[in-house]
């Protein structure tokens, strides 16, 4: 029995006892020279898993999307997003302030892109028009749904933006669930895109940080930016180590996962009150909405929290709930037996 079950993302992941381990005795060197052992050893392993040229550190996720914009796009263009990802909703108005870059919001189904509105969206220069620099997509895609878009759908995107000449890049935060669910290895989805960013600390399960991957001229210039925003870091080695480590069994641990939460979802589903509002769930995340009132959605969060567990409020009365490798099977059965109960009980009670 444990104190705490955090569902509320998987950021909440905590580094195993073999990479705490892995950092004993090691000699930190300087990233920013390039010197640093470890980090060099990390970048050419995901340069080869993602198909890539060249790869850089960086110390959020945010900051590589806001470095990846930097780079591709001139102040005054335009960037076509998903009106659900991460940059467009939970950057602080970063494209703007940044780049001065304005977007046009597109959408998708279930992590597909409507590759029609992508295709609409795409304007060259011309007196009155702001020229599209770039697509951002994001794969899983998001805000609490965690969908998968298909190779066949980033296929479709790659030729339409080809034939327009923009950039393509790949909010892929959680890539790996991604590639976990369509079975495929991850340079078949960055093959479809010019460049990307993941996470190292979602669930991967590194310490912290982001990487971004792309062509050499592409992460030439990323580095420059990331200089100029103070995401040059030194002794990085100590992110880099563990994040070796998070490589290694990174599938399996993404199915488990999706399994976990699996089975979290179909504990939810049993229960009228309940309605699931990603289904079906396709990576690691639960998202799920109560036919209850505001403050019976209240006490349902503070009864489990009693209990040691987290979800992430999305909604008066919607919660999210992620999956990741610091939750075992046992815990994930426990979270998911006591949901049921209080919601049970909640709704009974009619509070
Ligand atoms: C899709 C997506 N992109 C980017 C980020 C930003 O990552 P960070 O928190 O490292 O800035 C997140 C964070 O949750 C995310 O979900």
Redesign the pocket.
């Known amino acids: 029995m444990r104190d705490v079950y955090d569902l509320r993302?998987d950021?909440a992941i905590q580094p195993t006892a073999a990479m705490v381990e892995s950092l004993r005795g090691q000699y930190f060197a300087d990233d920013l020279l390039s010197e640093d052992a470890s980090t060099q050893q990390l970048l050419d392993h995901v340069c080869e898993a993602f198909g890539k040229e060249a790869a850089l550190f960086t110390?959020?996720?945010?900051?590589?999307?806001q470095i990846a914009a930097a780079v591709v796009s001139r102040p005054g263009s335009e960037v076509v997003l998903g009106s659900d990802?991460?940059?467009y909703n939970?950057?602080s108005g970063g494209l703007a302030a940044n780049s001065g870059v304005q977007v046009r919001a597109v959408g998708a189904d279930a992590g597909e892109y409507r590759v029609h509105e992508i295709e609409a969206a795409l304007r060259t220069s011309a007196l009155q028009v702001a020229p599209t620099s770039a697509v951002f997509l994001?794969s899983?895609?998001?805000l609490n749904a965690g969908h998968v878009s298909s190779l066949s759908n980033l296929q479709e995107i790659r030729e339409v933006v080809d034939r327009h000449g923009a950039f393509l890049y790949m909010?892929g935060?959680?890539v790996f669930n991604a590639a976990e669910k369509l079975g495929v290895e991850l340079s078949e989805i960055a093959q479809h895109v010019d460049a990307l960013?993941f996470?190292l600390?979602?669930g991967l399960g590194g310490p912290?940080?982001?990487i971004l991957v792309g062509t050499s001229e592409f992460v030439r210039e990323a580095a420059m930016i990331r200089q100029r925003l103070g995401g040059g870091m030194r002794h990085t080695g100590f992110i880099a180590g563990p994040s070796l480590l998070a490589f290694e069994d990174w599938r399996e641990r993404m199915a488990e996962d999706r399994a976990h939460a699996a089975v979290l979802a179909s504990a939810l589903r049993s229960v009228e009150s309940v309605t699931l509002m990603n289904d079906p769930i396709e990576t690691n995340i639960v998202s799920f909405s109560l036919a209850a009132s505001r403050s019976e959605a209240k006490h349902f969060e503070q009864q489990i929290s009693q209990r040691g567990i987290h979800v992430k409020p999305i909604g008066p009365a919607a919660f999210r709930a992620v999956t990741h490798s610091s939750l075992s099977a046992d815990d994930v059965a426990f979270c998911a037996e006591t949901m049921v109960k209080v919601l049970t009980a909640v709704a009974d009670s009619g509070r």
């Open positions: 993302s950021t110390p959020t996720g945010t900051m590589s999307n990802s991460h940059i939970l950057e994001e899983t895609y998001n909010d935060a959680r960013q996470c600390n979602k912290l940080g982001s």
